[in-house]
């Protein structure tokens, strides 16, 4: 019984009878002659809400959604312009949009895998002390959105490769089917794994030169495939270092990998990438002919080496575009480089292509 009804039950000692029954009529009278509430509001109240609550899980759920896609590594696919810029057409309205649509289209097909390998990959990386945060496997993103999503993303990309070129296209569907090969199947194969990994960096450079109609010069795909396993066996060496034993848990092809067989194969990479861009630098069709973008090889020795050394370092070679931000010297070298490929190109825009 409520408070309000119990004393409504009780009589003062004070009070008549009269008195008393006068008192509940007038306290019955007061809390039934109170004016309803409009039908309307009592059914718009809940429907508001369940409203509120609508937008704000599909927001929470869209934000997981983009988290899932990896924005921060869309930086891979500026490896598209390449084309652009060493065949001297960045000058070329025409040839930039071009270049720009086919990295746009390489964010859609990359954001699909990386969605799909979120689902496939959604336990172990529970066992993970970093990829745990990712939406699928902290449960913020369900996976059958996260599929959905994928299905269309790698359509778009697609359809848009091969409206634009079919050969475009065609190697827009080597690189998601390369990929999701590796997401299913191929990423427990020792090295191999590595290898695949490295061959979507070639072939982003190859849909570069393919949107622009242009050669470009074999070494330079040498050099992207090269510079592209450096980075991934130093990812490789940072998971055996954070994860120590437990490392074959999260990714089974682990247990083929030593830290000392890496810091060989790091080394091995990072030279034999130094050696295929002083190549490209001297037979660049870029400059025709002419050895001037070896000016910028101290650029890449620094670069390379600043890598090898974060790759022993505490934090390890983390994702390269946060490791990119978190070296200074790094990142100078980098800029420093890009900065100085551009002049001498633009310098040599008035050489015969």
């Known amino acids: 019984m409520s408070g309000e009804s119990f004393t409504q039950g009780v009589r003062s000692p004070d009070e008549s009878p009269g008195q008393a029954r006068e008192a509940a009529d007038s306290s019955t009278s007061r809390t039934t002659v109170r004016p309803a509430s409009p039908q309307w509001a009592e059914r718009a109240t809940p429907a508001a809400a369940s409203h509120a609550v609508g937008v704000g899980g599909f927001l929470t759920v869209a934000g997981a959604l983009l988290r899932a896609t990896r924005p921060l590594q869309w930086v891979k696919n500026v490896l598209v312009f390449a084309g652009v810029v060493f065949s001297r057409q ?17 964010v859609l097909a990359s954001g699909g895998i990386y969605l799909v390998n979120d689902v496939l990959d959604a336990d172990a990386d529970r066992r993970h002390p970093v990829k745990r945060l990712r939406p699928v496997a ?13 299905v269309l993303l790698l359509a778009a990309a697609l359809a848009g490769a091969f409206s634009m070129q079919v ?3 065609a190697i827009l569907a ?12 191929l990423k427990h194969v020792p090295l191999l794994d590595a290898s695949l990994v490295a061959t979507g960096f070639a072939l982003r450079a190859a849909a570069g030169t393919v949107a622009v109609l242009t050669p470009i010069s074999p070494w330079l795909y040498i050099c992207t495939l090269l510079l592209a396993l450096l980075l991934i066996l130093g990812k490789r060496r940072r998971e055996l270092a954070l994860l120590g034993a437990r490392a074959a848990e999260h990714r ?29 630098s001297l037979f660049s069709p870029a400059t025709s002919g002419s050895p001037v973008l070896l000016v910028t ?11 090898l050394r974060a790759t022993r370092s505490a934090g390890g070679a983390e994702s390269p575009e946060a490791l990119l931000f978190r070296d200074p010297w790094l990142l100078a070298s980098v800029a420093l480089w890009g900065l100085t490929v551009l002049a001498l190109l633009s310098l040599a825009n008035g050489w015969p292509a």
């Open 90 to 106: 960045f000058t070329d309205p025409a040839a930039v949009q071009a270049s720009v649509l086919a990295c746009g289209l390489f």
């Open 138 to 150: 902290a449960g913020a993103l369900p996976p059958q959105v996260a599929v959905g999503a994928a």
């Open 167 to 169: 050969v475009l296209g």
């Open 174 to 185: 080597l690189y998601v089917g390369v990929n999701l090969a590796y997401s299913v199947w």
């Open 252 to 280: 089974p092809n682990l247990a083929h990998y030593t830290a000392e067989a890496l810091d060989r194969w790091l080394v091995v990479a990072a030279s034999a990438t130094a050696v295929a861009y002083v190549l490209y």
């Open 297 to 307: 090889v101290p650029f890449v020795i620094v670069g390379l080496v600043r890598y």
